[in-house]
């Protein structure tokens, strides 16, 4: 587990209209990783010149709690995967360590996921549960529980300061439209899109929040909400319900889709898993 050895202090954000982050925050540094929070918008993005990193959009409070790993509450949740790790489970008599004994072998994974596999898209979820399953002779984890969150935020901090970098032709183009289609599809009483508050409306607030380009590099997220780690797919049911439609299940391939499209809208931003949002 890491320990913070350096740590830049977050400056007041120029808030205005129109303007959501301070011009000079392009960078922040992480127990000696440097994280990129601004890259240019990827060739395939039709309306958006620059992609930005959540943590542009937050207090300078929230700021500072990802600044510093001994004040991210995310933390105590990666304390008990690690515990979870080295934990025997299954009929194998095996735990993720017997197989896996160094976390840093991971360094990577995160910036490629989701992926194509066998014909279909597979997430870091799949992948830890294809491990139990078939290695461990354990039972797999539900789909968007504290368990498997907390045993993704692990596995994605192993990539944290690396840049996103998912595929989106090949194998993956049909996933991608499908995810593109879903992303920019009016759905709910309210008719919005996820384009409508992350494309359309970022920087501009909406109740007390001030909305994001909705870039997913820094999933799982621990959320001052509802203090805990907080899913992808948990994050696109909530805002499904926010606009009064009926979301989809977390794992299901609708979800799956949508998460390749989103994740590939922050390709070159780095990974900031386990980051911490409002």
């Known amino acids: ?30 127990d000696g990783v440097v994280l990129t929070l601004r890259a ?17 959009f937050r207090s300078e409070e929230t700021q500072a709690l990802q600044l510093d790993d001994f004040d991210n509450p995310a933390f105590v949740f990666l304390d008990q995967a690690m515990d979870d790790w080295s934990r025997v489970e299954g009929s194998e008599g095996k735990s993720c360590a017997s197989c896996h004994e ?20 597979q997430t870091m979820e799949d ?5 139990r399953v078939n290695r461990m002779g354990a039972e797999p984890l539900k789909y968007d529980s504290a368990a498997m969150n907390r045993m993704v935020a692990l596995i994605g901090l ?9 595929a989106v032709d090949g194998d993956a183009a049909p996933f991608w439209e499908q995810g593109r ?11 919005m899109a996820c384009a409508n508050c992350h494309e359309d409306n970022y920087g501009n ?31 696109f049911k909530g805002c499904m319900k926010n606009i009064r439609a009926t979301p989809y299940k977390p794992g299901s391939e609708e979800f799956k889709a949508l998460e390749l499209y989103v994740a590939s809208r922050g390709n070159g931003l780095s990974v900031e898993t386990p980051s911490v949002r409002n």
């Open 1 to 30: 587990m890491r320990t913070v050895t350096t740590l830049l202090a977050a400056s007041a954000l120029l808030l205005g209209a129109g303007a959501a982050v301070a011009d000079d925050h392009d960078r922040i540094e992480i």
């Open 40 to 56: 240019p918008a990827p060739a395939y993005l039709e309306n958006m010149d620059e992609v930005m990193s959540g943590w542009l």
């Open 102 to 121: 160094d976390l840093s072998g991971f360094a990577g994974l995160k910036t490629v996921l989701p992926r194509v596999v066998d014909g279909g898209l």
């Open 127 to 131: 992948i830890i549960n294809a491990e």
């Open 158 to 166: 192993q990539s944290r300061g690396m840049p996103m970098n998912v």
């Open 181 to 191: 289609e879903l992303y920019y599809t009016r759905v709910g009483q309210l008719d």
């Open 205 to 235: 607030m909406i109740r007390a929040d001030r909305l994001s380009q909705g870039q997913i590099n820094g999933f799982p997220v621990y959320r001052l909400k509802n203090a805990k780690l907080n899913s992808v797919h948990g994050r």
